[in-house]
Structure formats: C-alpha cells, structure tokens
C-alpha cells in the first residue's frame, strides 16, 4: 500500500500549553486533527468554564490561518471544585470532560486530588449531568513501586468507581499495562480508553538503555514488552472501547535534557505517521481509521468528521527539534526515519 487515505482523526488527549509554546506546537496538531480534548493541567490549572472558555479563546487565536480545528476543553478536578461548576459544565457548549489527577501524579498535578472517596460527591455529580470523567490512573504512594501504579490504581481505586458509579462515563486514560487492557475490555459500556503513540511504539528498554533517554520519560512510565504487546493487540483489535489520545505534551528541551526532567513526549509533529507505523509493524493498517476517527468520536456522542487525510509511503527524517531557542521542542523520534508522510 502507497496511499492511505482516512476520516479526519480526532485527538483525544493532549496537552497544547499556553504563550509561545501553544503557537509553536498548535500548528503540528491542526494540520491533521480536526477536534482534540484539551488536557487543563496549566499553572494554574483550569478549574473553572470561565478559566477554560478563556483559554479556549487563546487557543483559537492560535489556530493557523485556513486551517478548521476545535479544541474541546477539559476541567481540572479538585476536592474543591463546587457542584455548581459542575452544572455550568454541563450546561457549557464548550466543556466536553472533567479530568482527575492523583495529587502528585504528573506534571503540574499538586492541585490534584489526594482522597478519592472524598470526591464521591462530585463523582456523583458528573453522572448525574453526563459528563466523562477523564482519569490519569496511577497512585502516588511512595512504596509503589512506579511501574505498578496503574495496575495497583485499577485494583484500590477504578474498581471501586465504576461500581459506585455505574452510569459514569470514563476514558482511562493513556493505557500502559496488560492489566489495563483487561479492566477496560471487562468493564461496562461507560468505560473506554485512549493509547499513546509512545506505549505503542516503544518498552521501558528506551528509556534505560545504553544511557538515560529524557525523550522517551513520561508518565505512565514505558512499561516492559508484554504491556506494549497487548496494547498494541488493544489498538488494533477494532474494539471501539479504544481509541487516539497522543498525550503530547511539550516541555522544553533544556526541561528534560537536566537532572530532573520533566514527564511527557512530544508527539504532535508526527502523530498520525506514528500510529500508522504502529499499526503496519502490527498488519492492522486496515484498524487504524476506526482507532483514529471513529470511536472517540462515537464514545463522546459527537459527530465523525466527514471530511479526509491522506498518509503516502514515504520516507523522512524527523527534526532533531522544533521551536526558536526559547521555545525548543524536541519531539519523540528525532533524527529518525518515518515511513509515512502526511500529505
Ligand atoms: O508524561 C506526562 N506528561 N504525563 C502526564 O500525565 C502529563 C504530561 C504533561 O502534562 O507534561
Ligand atoms: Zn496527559
């Protein structure tokens, strides 16, 4: 196959920033995505439908001319998030989702929540007016080890949730076990998942091998093969309970390339050429159109979007980083080859 042409893809999970990071990065996320969830963890976080339409409004000013994208926004969960925000939420033509953090979990998570039976409230809240509760799925507690923290979340937490909560719409998000893969499949019709480009790509020997590699450092950390292997059989099994969230999320270079780098990869420079990769190592190019442009779509109750991208076989080089000196950006796989070229 030379040509691949699909539905426009939506993303469901990502994280544009705000200043000169969001025009330096917005761009690579317009050019082949027509809508994306838009991850609310700023400094400060975006708690309130005013805070988010305000931020939605920066975002649209930095929207490349001729270029059609609509960014759905997200609030940041606290223990102090009024029920009446919620209501506004719902009420809101623009807030698609709440997103819940462990306090501590992830980059600029301090705000997050640090007792989840004491949100049961607002958790009851959300499903009462209808709204996806989005969840990063990890626990923070220091004698966990690091790569058992979304299964041990699974086990302490997200069970307990979708049992109190039947009629709760959840995206757990950016799936990195096989134990994840399992809980979603079994779980109710309420209940999908996004899969990052990276926890398809790659295993924990990226970040660790012949030296520390920053660029593959993110949260859930890479786990071993096996995990990769039943994502993978995840994406691309055609079960519409999984879908496309990259979870790009920008950080400097001179941010992650330090003694304590941040969390994240960048992936928006190249997202859609690096699921297709993904997807053909798996002889599933066929599965990619339903994972990028339809079930997300489907799970949020908006419509798929009726217009095309298409992908060609061809080889390129990846930059070695995007942005001018202050706003630099080194993406996931820079230097490197991709076989498919967005067109
Ligand atoms: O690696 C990550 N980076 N994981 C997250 O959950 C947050 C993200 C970020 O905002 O940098
Ligand atoms: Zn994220």
Not at 31 to 41: E, S, V, Y
Not at 204 to 226: A, F, V
């Amino acid at each position: 196959m030379k040509i691949l042409t699909i539905t426009r893809p939506d993303d469901w999970h990502l994280h544009v920033r705000n200043n000169a990071i969001l025009r330096t990065v917005l761009p690579h996320t317009t050019q082949q995505f027509a809508r994306a969830i838009i991850m609310p963890n700023l400094k400060p976080p975006i708690t309130t439908v005013d805070q988010a339409l305000s931020y939605r409004e920066e975002i649209l000013q930095a929207i490349p001319n001729g270029e059609n994208f609509t960014p759905l926004m997200t609030l940041y969960l606290t223990a102090a998030t009024p029920l009446a925000e919620i209501k506004k939420a719902a009420e809101s033509a623009h807030v698609y989702a709440f997103k819940l953090y462990p306090a501590g979990a992830t980059t600029n998570s301090d705000a997050g929540v640090t007792d989840i039976k004491a949100i049961y409230p607002l958790l009851a809240e959300l499903e009462k007016q209808d709204i996806p509760l989005l969840i990063h799925g990890e626990v923070t507690r220091e004698d966990c080890d690091i790569f058992d923290r979304e299964r041990e979340f699974i086990e302490t937490s997200l069970t307990q949730i979708t049992h109190n909560f039947p009629n709760l719409r959840i995206v757990l998000e950016h799936l990195t076990t096989l134990e994840a893969v399992k809980f979603v499949e079994a779980a109710g019709k309420n209940m999908a998942a996004t899969i990052t480009p990276q926890h398809l790509l790659y295993n924990r020997n990226s970040i660790l091998t012949g030296g520390i590699h920053p660029h593959y450092y993110c949260l859930p950390i890479l786990k071993r093969e096996r995990h990769r292997q039943a994502l993978v059989a995840a994406a691309t099994s055609g079960n519409p309970k999984f879908f496309l969230g990259t979870d790009s999320a920008p950080h400097l270079t001179s941010l992650k390339e330090t003694s304590c780098g941040c969390a994240g990869c960048y992936s928006a420079h190249a997202a859609i050429e690096l699921y297709a990769e993904a997807f053909e190592r798996a002889k599933a190019l066929d599965k990619l159109e339903g994972f990028a442009s339809f079930y997300g779509a489907d799970f949020y109750r908006l419509p798929r979007n009726t217009n095309t991208i298409t992908l060609k076989r061809a080889s390129w080089t990846i930059p070695l980083s995007y942005g001018a000196d202050e706003t630099r950006i080194t993406p996931l796989k820079a230097g490197e080859e991709l076989t498919w070229k967005l067109q």
